[in-house]
């Protein structure tokens, strides 16, 4: 079945520091979604990408959609104590009428103060 | 409602306890799913209605999970005969048809511990 691997699984950063995490995925994708789950919470809904070689920004955050729909990043420059969480991104294959979303693997974000 | 409603927001079941774990979506909320995360993963599929249709079950683990959607929208996840393999959070979900630019939003899920 459809497999999303993100990398790395854990990352650990000083406050001010950039971070960016990798995602790819076994099959081609129609769209892919990122969010991002605070410790102790439930994922929260940042973007969706949806075209080939898309890039999407929101503020400190960017977010890559790869050529190929096959891969993914998100990068965030001079981490900040909020962004503490764990970033999972999710992508959707093209079957016609399913709305289900395979959630990656997770990378884990500490700052160090 | 604003949000995602689940409840109980933690249960602890004795293993052989059935469970039923509650999910009041968002009003006009056209998908719901239910996704599995133990500890330390990712959200793993589990269900996804659309309206009172489910219109895929592939990631429910046995035939001891069950869930429903009778009239569209409220859903219920059912556990029979607990294990201490299910012991996770359980988190469902609702979206806008077609989840446009808005994905998912998830409620803050139950806590299933099975001793």
């Known amino acids: 079945g459809q497999q999303v691997m993100q990398i790395p699984q854990y990352q650990h950063v000083q406050e001010g520091e950039d971070f960016t995490t990798y995602c790819n995925s076994s099959?081609?994708?129609?769209?892919i979604q990122w969010y991002k789950q605070r410790p102790g919470g439930h994922p929260v809904f940042l973007i969706q990408?949806?075209?080939?070689?898309e890039v999407k920004k929101q503020k400190r955050l960017t977010f890559q959609f790869g050529e190929a729909k096959k891969n993914s990043s998100l990068h965030i420059t001079a981490t900040q104590t909020t962004d503490v969480g764990t970033y999972f991104c999710?992508?959707?294959?093209?079957?016609?009428?399913?709305?289900?979303?395979?959630f990656g693997t997770g990378t884990r974000l500490t700052i160090i103060p | 409602g604003a949000g995602v409603s689940q409840s109980p927001r933690y249960k602890v079941a004795k293993r052989g306890q059935d469970v039923a774990l509650r999910c009041d979506p968002i009003?006009?909320?056209?998908?719901l799913f239910w996704y599995q995360q133990a500890l330390g993963q990712g959200p793993e599929f589990l269900t996804y209605?659309?309206?009172?249709?489910?219109?895929?079950k592939s990631g429910l683990p046995s035939d001891r999970f069950f869930a429903e959607r009778p009239e569209g929208s409220v859903s219920t996840l059912k556990i029979q005969r607990t294990q201490q393999e299910d012991s996770a959070v359980y988190l469902c979900?609702?979206?806008?048809?077609?989840?446009?630019?808005?994905?998912?939003?998830f409620g803050s899920g139950t806590r299933l511990t099975v001793v």
């Open positions: 979900a609702s979206s806008l048809l077609g989840q446009g630019a808005t994905g998912y939003t």
């Open positions: 999710a992508g959707r294959r093209g079957n016609f009428g399913n709305e289900k979303l395979t």
């Open positions: 209605f659309q309206n009172e249709a489910q219109l895929d």
């Open positions: 009003s006009g909320h056209v998908s």
């Open positions: 990408l949806v075209k080939s070689g």
């Open positions: 099959t081609t994708l129609s769209n």
